[in-house]
């Protein structure tokens, strides 16, 4: 089914800021950050529009909000932070594959060694995910 436009009127309402933490905020290690705030805008649909079940009625105020990162250098970080966690999931993953695929014959103590090790790792792998989802 083709993708049927429909010009919406915006007109030039509408508006926009920037909230931030009051608060002083630390990290775990009590030092000050600077935190991201949240953009909030809205804008004012004065002819409205309708698509499948959804209708916005002439005259409506739509409101948005979205995650906001204005400092450069924290936001440089977080990425090397972001990048970091992910190669060292991707270590863990293949350390872990190498460990499951050369189980070859082991004695019972090999073994419950081995499985003392998947808990570390899994542990981590966890540990890992949380903080890349965070970062996400």
């Keep these: 089914r083709p993708f049927l436009a429909q010009e919406v009127d915006f007109g030039e309402t509408g508006g926009w800021y920037i909230q931030r933490p009051e608060e002083t905020v630390e990290d775990s290690e009590g030092n000050p950050v600077d935190p991201g705030g949240t953009l909030r805008f809205w804008l004012d649909c004065s002819g409205g529009a309708v698509r499948n079940d959804v209708e916005i009625f002439p005259g409506s ?65 966890d540990r890992l995910n949380r903080r890349k989802d965070a970062l996400e």
């Design 61 to 125: 105020r739509l409101l948005f909000s979205a995650g906001v990162w204005d400092n450069p250098t924290g936001a440089e970080r977080l990425d090397g932070d972001y990048r970091t966690v992910l190669a060292e999931l991707e270590t863990a993953a293949n350390a872990a594959r190498g460990q499951r695929e050369g189980s070859a014959k082991k004695s019972i103590w090999e073994e419950l060694r081995s499985l003392q090790r998947g808990a570390k790792d899994a542990e981590m792998i």
